[in-house]
């Protein structure tokens, strides 16, 4: 079956970075767009990012405009957000979602 995977999560620093890769198995990326959800502990899950089919036009959650950049790279199938200057608020379980598609999450964490 279609399978979404996250990866590159975990426990950082404030102000430090993290780059979180999505990738697919039995699903193509291409011709998607491809979004980042997140879900903190107790508050609903909200899109953090989105990137088009082509890459060309991407979308952004005020909070993290201008720390995080998503991209993608179809011919390796894969999904990227990158994360700077990281806070206590970006703390929750990060998810990658595509059509219908969801990934499990990884957690990020950030904390001194």
């Known amino acids: 079956q279609v399978r979404l995977v996250e990866s590159g999560g975990g426990l950082v620093q404030p102000g430090g970075s993290l780059r979180l890769s999505c990738t697919a198995s039995r699903f193509t990326f291409s011709g998607y767009f491809v979004s980042w959800f997140r879900q903190a502990p107790g508050k609903d899950r909200e899109l953090v990012a989105q990137?088009?089919?082509?890459?060309?036009?991407?979308y952004y959650e005020d909070s993290v405009k201008g720390r995080f950049t998503i991209s993608r790279d179809n011919a390796k199938n894969a999904v990227y957000l990158q994360m700077n200057s990281l806070n206590p608020e970006d703390t929750a379980v990060y998810y990658c979602?595509?059509?219908?598609?969801w990934g499990q999450g990884t957690q990020v964490t950030v904390s001194s």
């Open positions: 990137i088009s089919a082509s890459g060309g036009t991407t």
């Open positions: 979602k595509a059509h219908i598609y």
